[in-house]
Nanobody
Framework: EVQLQASGGGLVQPGDSLRLSCEGSGFSLDNYVVGWFRQAPGKEREGIASIDNRDGRTYYVDVLKGRFTISRDNAKNTVYLQMNSLRSEDTAVYHC????????????????????YGQGTLVTVSS
């Protein structure tokens, strides 16, 4: 089955770290841009980080620079999002998407417009 799957969410305390995984199945992520998005309760979905697997370039929204790191493992066909110093406001459902069009990942698009869009994983930051 061809799909993209996000995983690794959970309940953590403020200040903790968590690593999310975005794994491609049935296709190679090598020629795709992979982006991480999140949607907090009652808020719009926002793009937070992306990596272009064709050249390794990364992008982060300014407010998350220094806390979140996106990386890839080509052998595992997986992109990771390392999240450190988590705060309550990081609570959200995190999704990943893959597309060959960098602009769609960076500027946002409808979910159905992405080449691949994975089911989300819930991250809850609470004491």
């Amino acid at each position: 089955e061809v799909q993209l799957q996000a995983s690794g969410g959970g309940l953590v305390q403020p200040g903790d770290s968590l690593r999310l995984s975005c794994e491609g199945s049935g296709f190679s992520l090598d020629n795709y841009v992979v982006g991480w998005f999140r949607q907090a309760p009652g808020k719009e979905r926002e793009g937070i980080a992306s990596i272009d697997n064709r050249d390794g370039r990364t992008y982060y929204v300014d407010v998350l620079k220094g806390r979140f790191t996106i990386s890839r493992d080509n052998a595992k066909n997986t992109v990771y999002l390392q999240m450190n110093s988590l705060r309550s406001e990081d609570t959200a459902v995190y999704h990943c998407a893959a597309d060959k069009n960098l602009r769609k990942i960076r500027l946002g698009a409808k979910i159905y417009e992405y080449d691949f869009y994975g089911q989300g994983t819930l991250v809850t930051v609470s004491s």
